[in-house]
């Protein structure tokens, strides 16, 4: 693998960890390249040890001699000329790939600007070519496209976007959108700006910033003449377009709503300049990539760059729009990087009173020390904000004017969100370094994590409806799934394939208080709960994304990351398998590969798999019926894919033990043809495997054959409870007691909220031989749960054994009020009432023929064969184990049915 078969946001990952190794030579330290790939290497571990090689051997063996003696020396692109504006080879006229030149935009020390045409979109396009002099040198060729594609991971409303990259007769191409408008440089010649257009236009630049830095890239050059402003409109693919033509502003007075920011070079100013080693222009390690008068001081020091480099340049830029006067000015380059080093920028008294706060601001941003700047340029986007807009900022601390109520489509949704998501987390990983705070978690820590429901706040009505912590036991059973419910279920489906984080399975709950936080965390036992919110906006005409985004530790109910972005909507739904795989390596995790990822299908069959998968619990037998409708929708959408044939056997085999008689033998059927056709598409399914290996012991009694699959997927997928559960429940079947105890537990921490889970832990300590155990657990459950039938049912079958029928009676709503039970007439009252109080989710074969064994003093073969035809599938657990029973498996036709067990 090769850094051109890596998707952008890997692209950008890596460059995010190259840049924090630079960052750690240049300032002395000796940082292991082992232990980073290690760390970070994931699945790219071979790309990023060679990236991380590159960056050593460029800070060592290439430093010249002079740098102690001078630190500064500062590139500056010769002066364009129409003789040597183009590249050899390149001219008006030249087509590369699908791209026609039509002229030059500029030049600079990396390369030459072309404007073109895509003549596969008829579109205007911006061609940005690196000089052969820097081409000639293989690695920063190969870092040139890499950075160029790591922008591509940038999607962002006020970053340029990137559309392809290439080589052309040997020089790197990055293919970009053309800008129609003006830079803000001349922007500042043609008039002053208001304190509303400072406002403005700067928080577009920090929301930049903040997208950047959030994906682990650094701008480095941040000036005017790196900030385009084009009118902000709605554009066909033909108008799309990075030139200096000020047609698309209004002249004169500048209406700076209409006006939208694009920063542009990030990252591509990154490579070396070292390398051009017999170039007059060339720059050398411990000095200057960046432009005098707007870099940081640790920058100009030569030092390695963070995000605060960043700030500090966005503190020249608003002094520059603000005071309408440069922060750091000299005649010569070395007076202007002197003056950004000791001198404090210059504050007009007069103009600060117009505006106190963002004089503040911009003071804050221009210190010296990093630890004084702004956190993030986030907090100054909002800052920025305070006043625009004001009655939008009151409510809502936003800075663009939320949407008529017209909600994207769950596709574009998703798939932006689960980017923001992804970009969150890779950035709490990668930036840890750059924060300090007692409350900080390292994501690689963290081995636990909930998702709670993103509050899609286009849609106050759901928020009313949303589940508080005060009730977050109940599953979402078949109600409507509302966007930010399907959006946490689909985070949950993916990052589940974290084999060594635990991500529990998607239940409707969401917390306003640290208190109700933490209680949630308690509930869960989980290290740390991903909580967001969700919001439709327009920036002109144009929908957006807003996500706002928190990680909390579940320790104190505090937030420890949380940053919130505006992102442009109709992402493709089937990017979020490559984001999730971004997530994994962050938390130094990797992904269970599955037959999807070479075979993606499509968006409403992987739509349908997700509201199945979520609806698909056994603690609501409405919630089973609406999954295998939507497993089945999903098959029919794309029926080349295996998971909905895998939901449909493991949901059929699941509901068929909790079934009516008549109902029982068609599921079982249909799981079986399910499970064999997934299990054909994909060998390696979990779900189906788990289907069949459930249907091998409860309906066919193959007990060893089960036993040895389930124990092989307990060690591939050691997160699945279900396989657990089911492990625990053989394990139970075939009398070994102390191991389903073992395994009952397992699946109870990996699914903390399950009821099933919680009474089949009691059953089995009652199977067990420890009856009173039972009833405290049982009791505790009801305390909780409250009058529930599944846990009140056990109760009553406990107590049934033990003669306490007046006990057992109090428990059943239904039953008439009496002073006192014989065993007769408690029996004959206890039919009528086998359906709505069963003694357990065991199907109604054998709730029946436990009340059966207990009503009649004999049971012979003929009425056992009648139960076991078909086979429900929890008799063999019941006639192996429950009490009731224990006469009934005397019998010949018994011995047919139940495990090679000494106590049988």
Request: aromatic fraction near 6%; charge should be negative; proline fraction near 6%.
């Amino acid at each position: 693998m090769n850094l051109d078969d890596l998707p952008a946001n890997e692209l950008a990952r890596i460059d995010a960890v190259c840049l924090q190794y630079e960052s750690d030579l240049r300032s002395g330290a000796s940082p292991s390249i082992d232990s980073i790939v290690d760390r970070h290497g994931g699945s790219s571990a071979a790309i990023l040890r060679r990236e991380l090689e590159i960056v050593r051997d460029e800070l060592t063996s290439q430093r010249p001699s002079n740098v102690t003696s001078q630190p500064f020396s500062i590139a500056s692109p010769p002066p364009m000329t129409s003789s040597e504006s183009a590249l050899p080879g390149t001219g008006t006229g030249t087509v590369i790939g699908p791209y026609m030149i039509e002229g030059i935009l500029g030049r600079g020390g990396m390369g030459v600007v072309y404007k073109a045409t895509d003549q596969r979109l008829e579109r205007t396009v911006a061609i940005k070519m690196l000089d052969a002099r820097i081409a000639t040198r293989d690695d920063l060729s190969e870092r040139f496209q890499r950075e160029a594609r790591a922008v591509a991971g940038l999607s962002h409303p006020n970053i340029v976007e990137l559309f392809d990259v290439g080589s052309f007769n040997g020089l790197p191409y990055a293919v970009m959108e053309h800008l129609d408008g003006e830079s803000l440089d001349a922007r500042f010649e043609r008039s002053p700006l208001s304190i509303e257009e400072v406002r403005r236009l700067g928080s577009q630049i920090a929301d930049a910033l903040e997208t950047a830095h959030a994906a682990g890239v650094v701008h480095r050059d941040l000036k005017p003449d790196n900030v385009m402003l084009v009118r902000r409109r709605v554009s066909s693919p033909s108008d799309s377009g990075i030139g200096t033509t000020p047609g698309g502003l209004p002249d004169g007075k500048n209406d700076s709503k209409s006006t939208i920011v694009k920063l542009f070079d990030f990252g591509l100013s990154r490579v070396p300049p070292s390398a051009v080693a017999n170039d007059a222009h060339q720059t050398h390690e411990g000095t200057v990539m960046g432009t005098p008068g707007y870099m940081a001081p640790e920058q100009a020091r030569g030092e390695g760059v963070t995000p605060a480099a960043d700030i500090f340049s966005l503190g020249c830029v608003l002094y520059e729009a603000f005071y309408r006067r440069p922060a750091f000015d000299g005649d010569t380059k070395a007076a202007r990087i002197t003056a950004s080093l000791n001198a404090a920028a210059d504050i007009d008294p007069i103009r600060r009173r117009d505006d106190p706060d963002l004089a503040d601001l911009i003071d804050e941003c221009l210190q010296k020390a990093i630890a004084d700047r702004p956190a993030s340029a986030e907090s100054i986007a909002h800052r920025l904000r305070s006043v625009t807009d004001s009655d939008v900022a009151l409510a809502s601390r936003r800075g663009v004017q939320p949407s008529p109520r017209r909600p994207l489509g769950f596709g574009s949704i998703v798939a932006v969100a689960l980017a923001g998501v992804v970009m969150t987390l890779l950035a709490f990983a990668t930036m840890s370094d750059w924060m300090s705070s007692k409350n900080v978690v390292r994501l690689d820590q963290i081995r636990s994590l909930a998702v709670l429901t993103f509050i899609d706040k286009s849609h106050p009505e759901w928020i009313a409806t949303d589940t508080k912590s005060s009730d977050p036991l109940q599953p979402i059973g078949d109600k409507p799934m509302h966007q930010g419910e399907q959006l946490s279920a689909l985070l949950v489906h993916e990052l589940s394939r974290m084999a060594k984080v635990r991500v529990p399975r998607f239940r409707p709950m969401d917390a306003d208080t640290p208190d109700q936080l933490r209680q949630l965390g308690k509930q869960w036992d989980v290290d740390a709960l991903l909580s967001g919110t969700i919001e439709t906006v327009t920036i002109g005409e144009d929908p957006f994304v807003e996500l706002d985004l928190a990680l909390i530790s579940s320790a104190t109910g505090n937030q420890i990351w949380g940053r919130k972005i505006h992102l442009q909507a109709g992402e493709n739904f089937l990017e979020q398998s490559r984001l999730a795989t971004e997530v994994a390596t962050v938390v130094g995790q990797t992904l269970t590969a599955t037959a999807a990822e070479t075979a993606p299908p499509t968006i409403e069959s992987f739509r349908c798999l997700i509201d199945g998968e979520t609806r698909s619990d056994p603690d609501s037998v409405s919630g089973l019926a609406m999954a295998l409708k939507c497993f089945k929708k999903a098959h029919e959408a794309d029926p080349r894919f295996a998971d909905p044939l895998a939901g449909i056997a493991l949901t059929s085999i699941t509901l068929a033990g909790q079934s009516s008689i008549d109902d029982t033998a068609g599921l079982v059927i249909a799981a079986r043809t399910a499970a064999e056709d997934a299990i054909r598409r994909d060998p390696g399914s979990v779900d189906a495997r788990l289907a069949m290996a459930m249907l091998d012991w409860q309906t066919l009694t193959r007990y060893d054959q089960a036993e040895r699959v389930l124990h092989e997927l307990t060690m591939v997928d050691s997160n699945h409870w279900q396989v657990q559960h089911q492990y625990g429940l053989l394990l139970l079947t075939m009398g070994r007691f102390d191991a389903a105890a073992v395994a009952l537990r397992e699946a109870s921490l990996l699914n903390p909220m399950s009821l099933i889970v919680k009474v089949d832990r009691a059953r089995a300590a009652w199977f067990a031989g420890d009856a009173s155990r039972a009833i405290a657990d049982a009791k505790t459950l009801i305390d909780r749960y409250g009058d529930n039938p599944m846990v009140s049912g056990l109760l009553v079958d406990i107590y049934e054994t033990q003669s306490l029928y007046d006990a057992a009676a109090a428990l059943q709503r239904d039953f008439p009020k009496q002073a006192s039970w014989t065993r007769e007439d408690y029996f004959a009252e206890r039919e009528k009432h086998l359906a709505s109080s069963p003694y357990g989710p065991l199907g109604e074969q054998c709730n029946r023929a436990i009340w059966q064994s207990r009503r009649e003093s004999i049971i012979d073969d003929i009425t056992l064969a009648r139960w076991l035809d078909p086979m429900p599938p929890m008799m063999p657990m019941i006639l192996a184990r429950h009490p009731a029973l224990s006469e009934v498996r005397k019998l010949d036709r018994a011995a047919e049915v139940l495990p090679q067990d000494e106590d049988l």
